[in-house]
């Protein structure tokens, strides 16, 4: 059984920073690629960071250069590093993983951790 949970979020002014964190459990972390998504009320969900099994990483032009994602295999666990946050900010913010095995992806959720950003 695969878990995800995700933590770190919280109230936050503009201008500061959080650090979330992603622990797997129930699989073996290090063959999946990682996906960070969040979403704000009203709005569809984003994928605005990743990072590959081999640790290869993107980011959406809207957080480039003010987010990191990261990741520990040893310790099943992913990070975002996030930097200089705007209000614009807010969601909830959640993990994903996934795999493709012969064609079928395999992809699990965590539940989610708020970020709100304050002006």
């Known amino acids: 059984h695969v878990q995800l949970v995700e933590s770190g979020g919280g109230l936050v002014q503009a201008g500061g920073s959080l650090r979330l964190s992603c622990v797997v459990s129930?699989?073996?972390?290090?063959?999946?690629?990682l996906g960070w998504y969040r979403q704000a009320p009203g709005k569809q969900r984003e994928l605005f960071a990743d990072?590959?099994?081999?640790?290869?990483?993107n980011y959406a032009d809207s957080v480039k250069g003010r987010f990191t994602i990261s990741r520990d295999n040893a310790k099943n666990t992913a990070y975002l590093q996030m930097n200089s946050l705007k209000p614009e900010d807010t969601a909830v913010y959640l993990c994903?993983?996934?795999?493709?095995?012969?064609?079928?992806?395999?992809?699990?959720w965590g539940q989610g951790t708020q970020v709100t950003v304050s002006s």
């Open positions: 994903n993983i996934k795999r493709v095995v012969f064609g079928i992806t395999r992809a699990y």
């Open positions: 129930g699989s073996i972390f290090s063959i999946y690629d």
């Open positions: 990072i590959t099994s081999g640790g290869s990483t």
